[in-house]
């Protein structure tokens, strides 16, 4: 167990310089760089401020130099400072990372309190109206886009029924307030919620139909409702672990995945950094923000697999 | 799982599930297929979900290109709710298009990039689990690293850099979703494969001699079809959602050709959301009963290869 | 049981993980500028006599006049702007509206009827109103004409109280030619490039700009090369910064300074109290405006991404005013609780074909053509609903563009002119069109174009939003590749804007002539050009131009379509608020100081 953890540690050094080196040559790749996102295209043109912005950035360096540059700085901590408002890139992404995980950590808190009952009763009641409703409900949050959702939910919500505020993290004039702040997170967590309910309710019902379904049914019959709340317990032990583990695969997507969300509702997370960076080719944010999230799919992923072959013997990496 | 926003993680659980999900050939009877088929016809929702989706595929493929094209920029044609204009069913959008077509048209574009996109994606995903988990030692190591690389990588940036490299375009697009959604399959593939490979039945077909290839094809692969539909079902659910919000960053099909996406990005304009509801509501209820219907189907398959979830035989 | 154990700690690990996360809701760092900034002469303030004579408050009832909100928050999204939360007033092209709160000019804009610019709206009334003085009083034209002096206003002082003098203003010019200025691009001061001295300095090989001379603290002269009649018009988009502050941070570092994140200065209505990324700006009244204190207490600017939250967070209340696009007009001129103001955006919405890629549109008859194939009426009476007027060239004010036609929708004519041509086009390919506009409206507006284009002349064009600005600048500019393009051109304050566009000394990437391989050289309209600079009769100028008009709507450099309306949605609350969607934001008086909004 230990040389294995020790042996996966060590090869994700290499796996995470791999990555830095694929995204950075993928930002080169894309169409255009820093100066044509700074540039507006109503005004004309201006080649000086063009050869300025390239001095600037190095944008005339060969690639594998900026990459060196680039790395050299960021092992001494030094990840730049942001193209669109020269504020240091690690305060920005740091920033970004805190707000991000607020929203989809709640999310998922949402998606697991709901979902897990939710499916425990779906499983309870296989097939049966309740099942039906539930699982159709859940379903219906993530049949729409996120982005339908979102200005639906504000319009409805929002404006209509005057239930919550539209979009931001708190009111703007305010003193801070955790109340405020909660209502400001609660449209957002739960539109981001439905899809982890979703799958929360799928397999944990999944999981504990493997288990007990018929003798759920006999025992509550033959020893009665105690009984099979004894049994059921026992069953959700065995839905525990798939559970875990889809917590487990689940935090990357804490860190940049609510791309759409956090735009609608001008939530600052990474998912609405991300995007402003790769708007102005802002290669030192992107590799920033690229940073926290290999970092996090790295070590996510590599708690998951210890804690599977931890769990059965018979699985083990050589 | 925000399936609605980049990523699915559909499966996941099954990466860990202790091999009992897994089928194995079992006792003389009737044959598991057979089983595996009555227990999913049990499964109402699920045959709902494919009634349902054949209608739509149906109407998909007899629906008229041209009708959904056609713009009439007219004063009285434009915007016109549904049964206000003779013919137009479903009424007009901005440019005088017919909104009924242009919804079936666009369920066509949508269905086609959903079911290719995912078949590149699981088949991605397949040949890269099954090496790694069967190989294992540094194999594995090497595949599964590169596809921790890929599941680190914005998304976006990922999308933008190809879409400017491969052209806009449907084909480009159906390559670009499988690639960015094989990663997950693969991880859970693999861990299927893995389980399997400690089986005493695997360890048995070793001692005696079978090939590598054949142990695959014979063994394994018949093995994970279970987790592998499943996956691919959810996975065309997840595209379809996936693709309108692509819509919204401008990474969409394009427009004039229509898609679910692309017809349901008239609703970032409130005006369009709160007034003109036939030129969303169409598509919105298409996608919504489209990806209800494939997620009962999913899950009925899901019960059917599941043998112990049914209170059958 | 260690099995349990162990998941039992790694759920601890992850619920305490995420719990951490959860605990504290996370307000950006919160950059705010030191506090009681004191001030260091007494302020010019109005006398304690001069106070209105205050009615006792008996004599009017309590619920007659309206109780006042201290602070108005609003969102500057859409085209005005620069769609980052955080810009600087050297930034090209954006927010110039918003920093018009905290800066002023040189001189500025008056809109001419801003009552029945509301009303009674006119798509072809001047956008750039009368120039009016800002920070200058007054300015006048040396006799050889070649020199502009500026006699400032007195008693102006900064929002630290430093007295504001001729020094600032050399300050700013050359803080904006000098390389070595990392606040790229300092798109405003343009307008000062014929200035003497420039290019030495740009060069390095002076260390001021010998054109601009301090007279004294009031008194500031411009010196150019060649005789520039529109500079007091064309100067008034530059903010001046103050020598005090700015001048202490080295050039080099002026981008990532924390001084514009902290404690900007301008000789504005507001300055600066704090910026929360992400989030919003927030500006507080000063006191010593030289037009007087502001009736507001605070102008907070709210962040957003997506215009649809904007408008409706407007509709409930949260912010007093945002832009809106012409398809949302209908719907809040029925909002009781609205004002729409619309107003010309001094942007022409033009299209390129690339003749470099495919030679048979380097045939004038051929871009004729495709100017008479385009319904352009239809398009604006039905996907516009009326908000652009068409355009015969590039000028979209009527003194420049008087008697030129633009060309009328004939499909009959256009068929005719392609018909030498006609197995060229034949052969085209289906033609990528191109745009960088992100908005539905653009999209419809792209489509029926090309329908026209494909009924009448059997083109085949793509629409193509590439939302992704730097994708598209490259895709124009740098790679010129291109098929065709729809996109926006600014089209004043001056006929001066045509400068850049067809004079032959601004042969891309010098200048934007030719940008897709197509230079235009036309002798006369470079004469016309040149001359129309130094023009000081008006009427003479004007003439000049519409000739620069008439050239080009024949030879079809640039094919420019329509000048758009666009539209800002204003609560009803708002008192006395001036705001037209001119270019960038514009350079416009509006009233800051005097705005009001009711409870």
């Given at each position: 167990?230990?040389?294995?953890?020790?042996?996966?540690?060590?090869?994700?050094?290499?796996?995470?310089?791999?990555?830095?080196?694929?995204?950075?040559?993928?930002?080169?790749?894309?169409?255009?760089?820093?100066?044509?996102?700074?540039?507006?295209?109503?005004?004309?043109?201006?080649?000086?401020?063009?050869?300025?912005?390239?001095?600037?950035?190095?944008?005339?360096?060969?690639?594998?130099?900026?990459?060196?540059?680039?790395?050299?700085?960021?092992?001494?901590?030094?990840?730049?400072?942001?193209?669109?408002?020269?504020?240091?890139?690690?305060?920005?992404?740091?920033?970004?990372?805190?707000?991000?995980?607020?929203?989809?950590?709640?999310?998922?808190?949402?998606?697991?309190?709901?979902?897990?009952?939710?499916?425990?009763?779906?499983?309870?009641?296989?097939?049966?109206?309740?099942?039906?409703?539930?699982?159709?409900?859940?379903?219906?949050?993530?049949?729409?886009?996120?982005?339908?959702?979102?200005?639906?939910?504000?319009?409805?919500?929002?404006?209509?029924?005057?239930?919550?505020?539209?979009?931001?993290?708190?009111?703007?004039?305010?003193?801070?307030?955790?109340?405020?702040?909660?209502?400001?997170?609660?449209?957002?967590?739960?539109?981001?919620?439905?899809?982890?309910?979703?799958?929360?309710?799928?397999?944990?019902?999944?999981?504990?139909?493997?288990?007990?379904?018929?003798?759920?049914?006999?025992?509550?019959?033959?020893?009665?409702?105690?009984?099979?709340?004894?049994?059921?317990?026992?069953?959700?032990?065995?839905?525990?672990?798939?559970?875990?583990?889809?917590?487990?695969?689940?935090?990357?997507?804490?860190?940049?995945?609510?791309?759409?969300?956090?735009?609608?509702?001008?939530?600052?997370?990474?998912?609405?950094?991300?995007?402003?960076?790769?708007?102005?080719?802002?290669?030192?944010?992107?590799?920033?923000?690229?940073?926290?999230?290999?970092?996090?799919?790295?070590?996510?992923?590599?708690?998951?697999?210890?804690?599977?072959?931890?769990?059965?013997?018979?699985?083990?990496?050589? | 799982?925000?399936?609605?926003?980049?990523?699915?993680?559909?499966?996941?659980?099954?990466?860990?599930?202790?091999?009992?999900?897994?089928?194995?050939?079992?006792?003389?009877?009737?044959?598991?297929?057979?089983?595996?088929?009555?227990?999913?016809?049990?499964?109402?929702?699920?045959?709902?979900?494919?009634?349902?989706?054949?209608?739509?595929?149906?109407?998909?493929?007899?629906?008229?290109?041209?009708?959904?094209?056609?713009?009439?920029?007219?004063?009285?044609?434009?915007?016109?709710?549904?049964?206000?204009?003779?013919?137009?069913?479903?009424?007009?959008?901005?440019?005088?298009?017919?909104?009924?077509?242009?919804?079936?048209?666009?369920?066509?574009?949508?269905?086609?990039?959903?079911?290719?996109?995912?078949?590149?994606?699981?088949?991605?995903?397949?040949?890269?689990?099954?090496?790694?988990?069967?190989?294992?030692?540094?194999?594995?190591?090497?595949?599964?690293?590169?596809?921790?690389?890929?599941?680190?990588?914005?998304?976006?940036?990922?999308?933008?850099?190809?879409?400017?490299?491969?052209?806009?375009?449907?084909?480009?697009?159906?390559?670009?979703?499988?690639?960015?959604?094989?990663?997950?399959?693969?991880?859970?593939?693999?861990?299927?494969?893995?389980?399997?490979?400690?089986?005493?039945?695997?360890?048995?077909?070793?001692?005696?001699?079978?090939?590598?290839?054949?142990?695959?094809?014979?063994?394994?692969?018949?093995?994970?079809?279970?987790?592998?539909?499943?996956?691919?079902?959810?996975?065309?659910?997840?595209?379809?959602?996936?693709?309108?919000?692509?819509?919204?960053?401008?990474?969409?099909?394009?427009?004039?050709?229509?898609?679910?996406?692309?017809?349901?990005?008239?609703?970032?304009?409130?005006?369009?959301?709160?007034?003109?509801?036939?030129?969303?509501?169409?598509?919105?209820?298409?996608?919504?009963?489209?990806?209800?219907?494939?997620?009962?189907?999913?899950?009925?398959?899901?019960?059917?290869?599941?043998?112990?979830?049914?209170?059958?035989? | 049981?260690?099995?349990?154990?162990?998941?039992?700690?790694?759920?601890?690990?992850?619920?305490?993980?995420?719990?951490?996360?959860?605990?504290?809701?996370?307000?950006?760092?919160?950059?705010?500028?030191?506090?009681?900034?004191?001030?260091?002469?007494?302020?010019?303030?109005?006398?304690?006599?001069?106070?209105?004579?205050?009615?006792?408050?008996?004599?009017?009832?309590?619920?007659?006049?309206?109780?006042?909100?201290?602070?108005?928050?609003?969102?500057?999204?859409?085209?005005?702007?620069?769609?980052?939360?955080?810009?600087?007033?050297?930034?090209?092209?954006?927010?110039?509206?918003?920093?018009?709160?905290?800066?002023?000019?040189?001189?500025?804009?008056?809109?001419?009827?801003?009552?029945?610019?509301?009303?009674?709206?006119?798509?072809?009334?001047?956008?750039?109103?009368?120039?009016?003085?800002?920070?200058?009083?007054?300015?006048?034209?040396?006799?050889?004409?070649?020199?502009?002096?500026?006699?400032?206003?007195?008693?102006?002082?900064?929002?630290?109280?430093?007295?504001?003098?001729?020094?600032?203003?050399?300050?700013?010019?050359?803080?904006?030619?000098?390389?070595?200025?990392?606040?790229?691009?300092?798109?405003?001061?343009?307008?000062?490039?014929?200035?003497?001295?420039?290019?030495?300095?740009?060069?390095?090989?002076?260390?001021?700009?010998?054109?601009?001379?301090?007279?004294?603290?009031?008194?500031?002269?411009?010196?150019?090369?060649?005789?520039?009649?529109?500079?007091?018009?064309?100067?008034?988009e530059l903010f001046i910064l103050p020598e005090h502050t700015v001048g202490k941070i080295k050039p080099e570092g002026m981008k990532e300074a924390e001084y514009w994140k902290t404690s900007q200065i301008g000789t504005g209505p507001f300055k600066w109290v704090k910026w929360e990324a992400g989030v919003s700006t927030e500006l507080a009244a000063f006191d010593n405006y030289w037009r007087g204190k502001p009736k507001l207490a605070k102008i907070i600017r709210r962040h957003f991404?997506?215009?649809?939250?904007?408008?409706?967070?407007?509709?409930?209340?949260?912010?007093?005013?945002?832009?809106?696009?012409?398809?949302?007009?209908?719907?809040?001129?029925?909002?009781?609780?609205?004002?729409?103001?619309?107003?010309?955006?001094?942007?022409?919405?033009?299209?390129?074909?690339?003749?470099?890629?495919?030679?048979?549109?380097?045939?004038?008859?051929?871009?004729?053509?495709?100017?008479?194939?385009?319904?352009?009426?239809?398009?604006?009476?039905?996907?516009?609903?009326?908000?652009?007027?068409?355009?015969?060239?590039?000028?979209?004010?009527?003194?420049?563009?008087?008697?030129?036609?633009?060309?009328?929708?004939?499909?009959?004519?256009?068929?005719?002119?392609?018909?030498?041509?006609?197995?060229?086009?034949?052969?085209?390919?289906?033609?990528?069109?191109?745009?960088?506009?992100?908005?539905?409206?653009?999209?419809?507006?792209?489509?029926?174009?090309?329908?026209?284009?494909?009924?009448?002349?059997?083109?085949?064009?793509?629409?193509?939003?590439m939302t992704d600005g730097a994708a598209w600048t490259k895709r124009y500019y740098k790679d010129n590749a291109s098929d065709v393009s729809f996109f926006g051109a600014a089209n004043g304050p001056t006929g001066d804007r045509g400068f850049s566009y067809f004079h032959s000394d601004n042969a891309y990437p010098i200048g934007s002539n030719g940008v897709t391989g197509r230079f235009y050289k036309n002798a006369t309209v470079d004469q016309l050009l040149t001359d129309a600079r130094a023009d000081f009769d008006t009427a003479a100028q004007d003439a000049k131009y519409q000739q620069v008009c008439e050239i080009t709507k024949n030879e079809l450099p640039n094919?420019?379509?329509?000048?758009?309306?666009?539209?800002?949605?204003?609560?009803?609350?708002?008192?006395?608020?001036?705001?037209?969607?001119?270019?960038?934001?514009?350079?416009?008086?509006?009233?800051?100081?005097?705005?009001?909004?009711?409870?």
């Amino acid at each position: 167990m230990i040389t294995f953890i020790i042996r996966r540690l060590l090869v994700s050094i290499p796996v995470f310089l791999g990555i830095t080196v694929i995204v950075f040559v993928f930002i080169a790749l894309a169409p255009g760089s820093i100066v044509d996102a700074l540039l507006r295209p109503e005004l004309g043109y201006d080649p000086a401020a063009e050869a300025a912005i390239i001095k600037r950035y190095g944008l005339d360096q060969p690639l594998h130099i900026r990459y060196i540059r680039w790395l050299a700085n960021s092992l001494q901590g030094e990840l730049g400072y942001r193209v669109a408002s020269g504020a240091p890139v690690s305060s920005e992404v740091l920033r970004g990372l805190k707000n991000s995980t607020t929203l989809t950590g709640t999310a998922m808190l949402l998606g697991i309190s709901i979902g897990i009952p939710l499916g425990v009763l779906s499983a309870v009641r296989q097939y049966s109206k309740a099942d039906f409703v539930l699982t159709g409900v859940t379903f219906l949050g993530i049949s729409l886009p996120s982005f339908m959702l979102g200005l639906g939910g504000l319009y409805l919500f929002g404006l209509k029924l005057r239930l919550v505020p539209i979009g931001g993290m708190m009111t703007i004039g305010k003193e801070p307030n955790f109340l405020d702040f909660l209502r400001h997170l609660v449209l957002p967590a739960l539109i981001l919620g439905f899809g982890y309910m979703a799958i929360f309710l799928r397999y944990t019902r999944a999981a504990i139909l493997e288990v007990v379904h018929l003798d759920y049914i006999m025992t509550a019959r033959s020893k009665g409702v105690t009984g099979a709340v004894v049994l059921l317990r026992h069953a959700f032990r065995n839905a525990l672990i798939p559970i875990i583990t889809l917590i487990g695969l689940s935090i990357p997507e804490v860190v940049g995945a609510a791309v759409v969300t956090e735009t609608v509702f001008g939530w600052p997370g990474l998912g609405m950094m991300m995007v402003e960076g790769i708007q102005d080719r802002d290669f030192l944010l992107i590799m920033g923000v690229t940073l926290v999230l290999a970092l996090t799919v790295l070590v996510s992923n590599m708690l998951t697999d210890v804690a599977y072959a931890y769990a059965d013997p018979r699985i083990r990496y050589n | 799982m925000p399936t609605h926003g980049f990523d699915t993680t559909e499966m996941a659980v099954s990466e860990v599930a202790p091999p009992s999900v897994v089928q194995i050939v079992g006792p003389v009877g009737v044959s598991p297929g057979r089983r595996a088929l009555g227990r999913f016809l049990r499964h109402r929702l699920a045959i709902v979900g494919l009634i349902t989706i054949g209608l739509i595929i149906l109407l998909a493929i007899i629906g008229s290109q041209e009708a959904a094209l056609t713009m009439n920029l007219k004063m009285g044609f434009t915007n016109q709710p549904p049964g206000k204009l003779p013919g137009y069913l479903l009424g007009t959008d901005a440019l005088g298009r017919d909104i009924l077509a242009r919804t079936i048209v666009g369920g066509r574009v949508s269905i086609l990039v959903a079911l290719f996109s995912v078949s590149i994606s699981t088949g991605i995903g397949t040949i890269v689990g099954v090496t790694a988990g069967y190989l294992g030692g540094w194999v594995d190591l090497a595949l599964m690293r590169f596809v921790d690389i890929v599941l680190s990588f914005p998304v976006i940036l990922l999308l933008l850099v190809v879409a400017y490299l491969i052209g806009p375009g449907l084909v480009q697009m159906i390559l670009m979703i499988g690639f960015v959604t094989w990663a997950r399959g693969a991880r859970i593939i693999r861990g299927q494969v893995v389980a399997l490979r400690e089986m005493a039945f695997i360890e048995a077909a070793r001692v005696i001699g079978i090939s590598d290839i054949r142990m695959v094809m014979t063994h394994i692969l018949p093995n994970i079809i279970a987790p592998l539909v499943v996956f691919a079902t959810f996975g065309v659910a997840n595209v379809i959602v996936f693709e309108a919000s692509l819509s919204y960053l401008g990474l969409g099909v394009q427009p004039p050709t229509p898609s679910w996406g692309n017809l349901l990005h008239v609703t970032r304009v409130v005006s369009v959301l709160e007034r003109h509801t036939w030129l969303w509501v169409p598509p919105a209820t298409m996608i919504v009963l489209m990806v209800l219907a494939v997620n009962f189907v999913g899950d009925g398959l899901r019960d059917a290869f599941d043998q112990r979830s049914v209170s059958d035989d | 049981m260690k099995k349990q154990i162990w998941f039992s700690t790694v759920v601890a690990v992850i619920a305490s993980l995420m719990l951490a996360s959860c605990a504290t809701p996370a307000p950006a760092p919160v950059v705010e500028a030191p506090a009681a900034v004191p001030a260091t002469e007494a302020p010019a303030a109005v006398p304690a006599t001069e106070a209105p004579a205050a009615v006792p408050a008996t004599e009017i009832p309590a619920t007659e006049v309206p109780a006042l909100r201290d602070t108005m928050i609003a969102a500057w999204v859409g085209p005005c702007c620069n769609g980052n939360d955080w810009v600087t007033p050297m930034d090209s092209g954006g927010d110039a509206h918003w920093f018009s709160k905290i800066y002023s000019r040189l001189t500025t804009f008056e809109v001419l009827d801003p009552i029945k610019q509301v009303v009674d709206y006119d798509s072809n009334s001047g956008v750039y109103g009368k120039l009016t003085g800002d920070l200058a009083e007054s300015w006048a034209v040396s006799d050889d004409k070649l020199t502009w002096t500026f006699n400032l206003r007195k008693g102006v002082t900064w929002h630290d109280g430093v007295p504001f003098t001729a020094k600032d203003i050399k300050f700013t010019v050359e803080l904006c030619f000098n390389p070595k200025n990392t606040m790229n691009p300092c798109h405003y001061v343009a307008a000062a490039n014929g200035v003497v001295g420039v290019e030495e300095y740009k060069t390095e090989k002076a260390t001021e700009v010998s054109g601009v001379k301090v007279v004294d603290d009031n008194t500031i002269s411009f010196t150019f090369v060649k005789a520039n009649s529109l500079f007091p018009v064309t100067i008034n988009e530059l903010f001046i910064l103050p020598e005090h502050t700015v001048g202490k941070i080295k050039p080099e570092g002026m981008k990532e300074a924390e001084y514009w994140k902290t404690s900007q200065i301008g000789t504005g209505p507001f300055k600066w109290v704090k910026w929360e990324a992400g989030v919003s700006t927030e500006l507080a009244a000063f006191d010593n405006y030289w037009r007087g204190k502001p009736k507001l207490a605070k102008i907070i600017r709210r962040h957003f991404e997506d215009t649809a939250a904007a408008l409706i967070a407007f509709d409930a209340g949260e912010i007093q005013f945002t832009y809106i696009t012409a398809d949302e007009v209908a719907r809040e001129r029925e909002n009781a609780e609205a004002v729409v103001h619309p107003g010309n955006s001094g942007v022409d919405n033009a299209m390129q074909f690339n003749s470099t890629k495919y030679p048979v549109f380097g045939n004038i008859e051929v871009r004729q053509a495709i100017m008479h194939a385009i319904d352009r009426q239809g398009i604006i009476d039905n996907v516009y609903e009326g908000a652009a007027s068409m355009v015969s060239c590039l000028y979209g004010l009527p003194n420049l563009n008087a008697g030129v036609k633009p060309q009328q929708y004939d499909p009959a004519l256009a068929k005719e002119l392609v018909k030498p041509f006609a197995a060229e086009l034949a052969k085209l390919p289906e033609l990528q069109f191109d745009t960088y506009y992100a908005d539905p409206l653009s999209l419809n507006v792209m489509t029926a174009i090309a329908q026209n284009l494909k009924d009448n002349l059997g083109l085949n064009l793509k629409p193509m939003q590439m939302t992704d600005g730097a994708a598209w600048t490259k895709r124009y500019y740098k790679d010129n590749a291109s098929d065709v393009s729809f996109f926006g051109a600014a089209n004043g304050p001056t006929g001066d804007r045509g400068f850049s566009y067809f004079h032959s000394d601004n042969a891309y990437p010098i200048g934007s002539n030719g940008v897709t391989g197509r230079f235009y050289k036309n002798a006369t309209v470079d004469q016309l050009l040149t001359d129309a600079r130094a023009d000081f009769d008006t009427a003479a100028q004007d003439a000049k131009y519409q000739q620069v008009c008439e050239i080009t709507k024949n030879e079809l450099p640039n094919m420019y379509v329509w000048q758009t309306v666009r539209f800002h949605v204003v609560s009803k609350k708002v008192n006395d608020i001036i705001i037209i969607p001119a270019a960038g934001g514009g350079s416009y008086y509006d009233a800051a100081e005097l705005w009001t909004v009711n409870e």
